[in-house]
């Protein structure tokens, strides 16, 4: 993998500019945090939709209409490998809570490979990739979605209580209806929708910054944050989500490999700790875990851990194991959060930005 000097002027500027986009935005539609969590997607899906965001993250949903009826959006990218939509955690009480509500679930495709296929795209990318955009859909009830994933989950093993539905599955399901099993296309072109202006001014900017640093997917997860901790420490950012295949997020000019933990506070959380995981860490020069500002769009602290780290990873996760086991309960996930005082012995450079 080739290293690439990334002016650090250029990106922290760039962070300014986001951050100026940001606060405008939050003015106008009292929604802020939108370079997170791939909030920017949502914000696609609405524009093409003529929808309303709804203040907020997890709990509340995502838009409503001009009636006040109210939506959740699930989206999947073309360029992703995973072409379903996932449902995290769910649980009796979450099915019931979709049918009472019975709020509108919109399934959606994000357009971001100029509209090639994922194989076509990745195989012949071209020269100019277009901004990503809304181009086809599916809108269920709750209700319904609520029981098709109740009968389809019964006796499933999957410790995570997770589900991806398909496309073939909401088209065939005995559970989702007609016309709500039929594919969608947005009436409202980009340019005529509520958001666009705002949307133009966010791509402008990433475009910029992507060409720039050689980093991409960057409005994907936490990628833009990493970029933000990465120009503090002359680090190269790996552009696929999770990194590439056997590697991590990011890489210094000699090639050692580093894993980032970025959050809003002094607590990291570290998700799917299986044992090909762990063995996965223990190829990482560091761990490199970062606090985060989002009013400000910077970083403000960072820790560089010894990659011994990995003991303690290991030895809280035994810790929660066993507190579940002790009161009988099951433990969905393999995850653990670590605190300041959890890493403190294994901190050998701290930076304050």
């Not at 997770?162 to 594919?183: G, L, T, Y």
């Amino acid at each position: 993998m080739g290293f690439i000097q990334v002016e650090k002027d250029l990106v922290l500027r760039s962070a300014r500019s986001l951050l100026n986009i940001q606060e405008n935005f939050k003015t106008k539609y009292q929604v802020d945090d939108i370079f997170g969590n791939s909030k920017v997607y949502e914000i696609v899906i609405a524009n093409r939709l003529n929808h309303i965001l709804i203040p907020g993250h997890s709990g509340t949903r995502d838009v409503k209409d001009d009636k006040g009826n109210v939506y959740e959006y699930k989206h999947f990218k073309e360029s992703s490998s995973n072409h379903s939509w996932t449902f995290n955690d769910y649980s009796q009480a979450i099915f019931d809570k979709m049918r009472k509500e019975n709020y509108m679930i919109t399934f959606a495709h994000i357009n971001d490979t100029n509209g090639l296929s994922r194989k076509s795209f990745k195989e012949n990318t071209p020269d100019k990739i277009q901004f990503p955009d809304l181009d086809w859909y599916y809108e269920v009830p709750g209700s319904m979605i609520a029981d098709y994933l109740e009968n389809w989950t019964k006796g499933s093993t999957n410790n995570r209580d997770m589900a991806n539905v398909s496309r073939h599955q909401i088209e065939k399901s005995d559970f989702v209806s007609h016309p709500f099993n039929c594919k969608r296309y947005p009436v409202i072109e980009s340019n005529e929708g509520r958001y666009n202006t705002d949307l133009r001014s966010i791509f402008d900017e990433i475009d910029f910054l992507e060409e720039h640093t050689n980093v991409l997917n960057l409005l994907t997860s936490n990628k833009i944050w990493e970029l933000l901790t990465s120009v503090h420490l002359n680090h190269n950012v790996n552009s696929e989500q999770g990194g590439r295949l056997g590697s991590h997020d990011a890489y210094d000019q000699d090639g050692n490999q580093f894993e980032y933990k970025i959050a809003k506070t002094e607590n990291w959380n570290f998700q799917d700790i299986s044992e090909a995981v762990l063995k996965k860490y223990e190829s990482v020069e560091a761990f490199i875990l970062a606090v985060k500002n989002i009013e400000k769009i910077s970083i403000d602290r960072i820790y560089y851990c010894d990659k011994s780290l990995i003991t303690r990873i290991r030895s809280k996760l035994e810790e929660k194991k066993e507190k579940f086991r002790s009161q009988g309960k099951r433990l969905k996930r393999l995850q653990i959060s670590l605190t300041r005082n959890d890493i403190d012995p294994f901190i050998t450079r701290e930076i304050s930005v």
